[in-house]
């Protein structure tokens, strides 16, 4: 007989308030808690955003191809969610009085999910969404009688000054006070222009705000049963609830989407580093059942016990930013984009001349040529402009594609090694149960199918479109091949005449 899942035991009939949960984690993180735990509400942080209240933006949430399978298991799941208007970047989550005390007395589980991820994000915005916000879920929880685990999601780069991460906290020269009382006197464009001086060492405000962030928490979490979650680089779905899905376009899986639209050709990167790539479906299993290890765990809750968990791919299974492009390639040049404008082939180099000299043949020339010939034909030209902001990205995530980073995940191990059979199929957190190979496949078809909205039907005419491309980009380089023989010849022959 199978065992009683500990996972399940520990969030039944409990209510569970989560931040960010519009996001693309935080999606992955309601379906998976309404599907595989009999949670009894789940109270979501929402914004107003775009002229949408929180009740239309947590309905739209529920159209989205991730709840089909709930949607057929249980019709009426949305009974169990309930939208709570707040903003994180405003003091106290922007909580109504009854929605704070609605919280206060009956939450048991805290998913602190929202953030920034912008990482050229204005510093004083944020500061105030991913530091003040965490103060402020801190201070909630410090009111909520029954709460049993808060886990803070941070990321495995928050520490990225650093060679070598391990599962703990770090003292930094910055403290998140002093950031405070200098931003204070700032305006926006002020603190843009001081921002380098005062992240430094760290590369963008998103890594230095999660990393001041963590400080915070370390520093006033204490008699409070509090995690911290740090995910690598979060990509698509493996499996559940459906293959290959994402709802975004940041960091690798842009470079993704670009090559297999054949608009990015070379990217600047060290191939032998290695990609620390998660997919969002087991990042979220690790999420939820660390909640349960945190709340279940007998412990004086101090500082030096706050379990953290490196949810990372490169100590078990890992996969270089060469084999994560070439796996792409493979399957692109197999389930390529109806909408491509050339092969899919990508070139990473980290020598800067080689990269400036690719991206001059690959990406500025033919823009060039293109922009010409829109002008010409009285189009508006957009291909310059298009590489500038594909180039203004690539730079962005340079400093990620070209450093080794040692991280250790012995608690997020210790993790798998405590769930049982039963929980192990419910919540396979563990990078051992990914198949990379099979993973692209999916990922690929998913990019095809869920961002670039490529029906099935149109695979085959994308095949035939990718040949022809094939052939043009073989008889180019015959034709460049052979002129620069031709001009090479050329020279050597004057040169022999002069010196002859
Ligand atoms: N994706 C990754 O590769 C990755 C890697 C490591 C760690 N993480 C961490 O994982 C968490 C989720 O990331 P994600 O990839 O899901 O990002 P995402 O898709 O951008 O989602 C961010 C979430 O935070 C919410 N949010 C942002 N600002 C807010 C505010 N002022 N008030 C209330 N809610 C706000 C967003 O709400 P709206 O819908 O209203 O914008 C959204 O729900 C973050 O803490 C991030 O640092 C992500």
């Known amino acids: 007989m199978a ?39 789940l109270y979501v942080l929402v914004r107003e955003k775009k002229g949408k209240n929180v009740h239309t933006r947590i309905d739209e949430l529920f159209d989205d191809v991730i709840f089909d399978a709930l949607r057929k298991e249980c019709p009426k799941f949305k009974h169990r969610v309930e939208a709570i208007s707040g903003d994180c970047s405003v003091t106290g989550l922007g909580l109504s009085i009854s929605d704070r ?38 201070e909630m929880a410090r ?20 060679k070598e991460v391990h599962e703990k906290f770090y003292d930094y020269n910055i403290s998140y006070e002093d950031v405070a009382s200098v931003l ?21 405000t998103y890594v230095f705000t999660k990393a001041l962030a963590e400080s915070l ?9 509090v995690g911290v979650f740090r995910p690598g680089i979060v990509v698509s779905t493996y499996k559940d609830p459906v293959e290959g899905w994402t709802d975004n376009l940041y960091g690798a899986t842009g470079v993704c989407v670009g090559a297999m639209s054949g608009l990015l050709r070379v990217c600047f990167s060290d191939k032998d580093v290695v990609a620390d790539i998660v997919p969002v479906d087991t990042c979220v299993a690790g999420l939820i059942a660390s909640a349960w290890d945190v709340g279940t765990k007998e412990c004086e809750r101090t500082p030096e016990n706050i379990p953290i968990y490196n949810y990372v791919s490169s100590p078990e299974n890992p996969i270089t930013w060469n084999e994560y492009v ?16 050339w092969i899919t082939s990508v070139t990473l180099t980290k020598n800067p001349v080689i990269y400036w000299i690719l991206k001059f043949l690959y990406h500025i020339l033919p823009a060039i040529v293109f922009d010409g010939a829109a002008v010409l034909t009285g189009n508006k030209p ?5 590489y500038k902001r594909i180039h203004r990205l690539s730079n962005i995530l340079a400093y990620f594609s070209v450093r080794q980073w040692r991280f250790h995940n012995d608690n997020t191990v210790g993790l798998w090694k405590k769930l049982n059979e039963t929980d192990r199929a419910l919540f396979p957190l563990s990078m051992m149960t990914v198949h990379w190979m099979l993973y692209f496949r999916e990922y690929v078809k998913g990019l095809r199918f869920y961002l670039l909205k490529d029906p099935d039907s149109t695979l085959e005419i994308a095949r035939r479109r990718n040949k022809r491309f094939t052939r043009l980009n073989q008889l180019l380089r015959i034709i460049f091949t052979f002129t620069i023989c031709v001009a090479v010849y050329l020279m050597c022959v004057r040169v022999l005449n002069v010196v002859f």
């Open 382 to 386: 957009r291909a310059l402009r298009m």
């Open 143 to 162: 009111q909520m009688k029954n709460l049993k685990a808060l886990i803070h999601v941070s990321t495995a780069y928050s520490n990225c000054h650093l």
């Open 326 to 341: 070439d796996l792409n390639v493979i399957h692109g040049l197999n389930y390529p984009t109806v909408n491509s404008v």
């Open 101 to 138: 005390q609605k919280l206060f007395s009956n939450i048991h589980i805290v998913f602190h999910v929202a953030a920034t991820v912008r990482f050229d994000e204005n510093l004083k915005l944020a500061y105030a969404i991913n530091v003040n916000g965490t103060r402020d879920v801190l």
């Open 3 to 41: 065992e009683v899942s500990k996972v399940q035991e520990f969030y039944k009939d409990r209510n569970v308030f989560i931040t960010g949960g519009t996001g693309f984690m935080g999606k992955i993180l309601i379906e998976k808690l309404l599907r595989s735990t009999e949670v009894s509400t």
């Open 217 to 225: 928490l370390r520093n006033n979490s204490s008699g409070l049963p």
């Open 184 to 204: 204070e006197k700032l305006n926006k464009n002020e603190a843009e222009m001081v921002t380098p001086r005062i992240i430094n060492p760290w590369p963008n």
